[in-house]
């Protein structure tokens, strides 16, 4: 199986779970929708932009662009890890997309600057940014399993 499948396919189906994840739990939280993908362009903007609720090009597609890359980024690993041996089947995907998940959560908020943080603590409780990264694990188990189907 190709590795630059793997990647791929679990990043972008990551990059897309994990952005429909914070949708939802901005929307349960009664924020606006958009304040957590906004929250994201912290790196290029500053903290402030965790109140932004409106959809626009500084904020929400630097958001969006930088939530599918991240995704993309973690990836990488899971990919190949994947790609050394045949196909797995859906408990080990969950199993190690969630490990590599957890991992992203404690390197994401306890090794790297605060700057490059995911940036979501800037407008959801913890609980919704622990939400964003079980996304992350579903999305990325579920792109190798449609990278394993499309053999």
Same mark, same amino acid.
């Given at each position: 199986?190709?590795?630059?499948?793997?990647?791929?396919?679990?990043?972008?189906?990551?990059?897309?779970? *994990?952005?429909?994840?914070?949708?939802?739990?901005?929307?349960?939280?009664?924020?606006?929708?958009?304040?957590?993908?906004?929250?994201?362009?912290?790196?290029?903007?500053?903290?402030? *932009?965790?109140?932004?609720?409106?959809?626009?090009?500084?904020?929400?597609? *630097?958001?969006?662009?930088?939530?599918?890359?991240?995704?993309?980024?973690?990836?990488?690993?899971?990919?190949?890890?994947?790609?050394?041996?045949?196909?797995?089947?859906?408990?080990?995907?969950?199993?190690?997309?969630?490990?590599?998940?957890?991992?992203?959560?404690?390197?994401?908020?306890?090794?790297?600057?605060?700057?490059?943080?995911?940036?979501?603590?800037?407008?959801?409780?913890?609980?919704? *940014?622990?939400?964003?990264?079980?996304?992350?694990?579903?999305?990325?188990?579920?792109?190798?399993?449609?990278?394993?189907?499309?053999?």
């Amino acid at each position: 199986m190709s590795r630059a499948r793997y990647i791929l396919y679990s990043g972008t189906a990551g990059g897309f779970a *994990v952005l429909a994840a914070l949708l939802l739990a901005a929307k349960a939280e009664g924020k606006a929708p958009l304040q957590p993908i906004n929250a994201t362009s912290h790196w290029l903007h500053g903290d402030h *932009v965790g109140s932004f609720t409106e959809a626009d090009i500084p904020h929400t597609t *630097v958001g969006i662009v930088t939530n599918i890359a991240s995704a993309i980024f973690w990836a990488v690993p899971f990919g190949w890890w994947l790609s050394g041996n045949g196909p797995r089947r859906p408990l080990h995907l969950i199993c190690g997309a969630s490990l590599l998940s957890a991992f992203a959560a404690l390197f994401d908020y306890g090794v790297i600057h605060r700057r490059l943080t995911p940036g979501w603590e800037l407008a959801l409780s913890k609980r919704s *940014v622990a939400s964003g990264f079980a996304a992350l694990a579903l999305g990325l188990a579920a792109g190798a399993w449609a990278a394993q189907r499309e053999r």
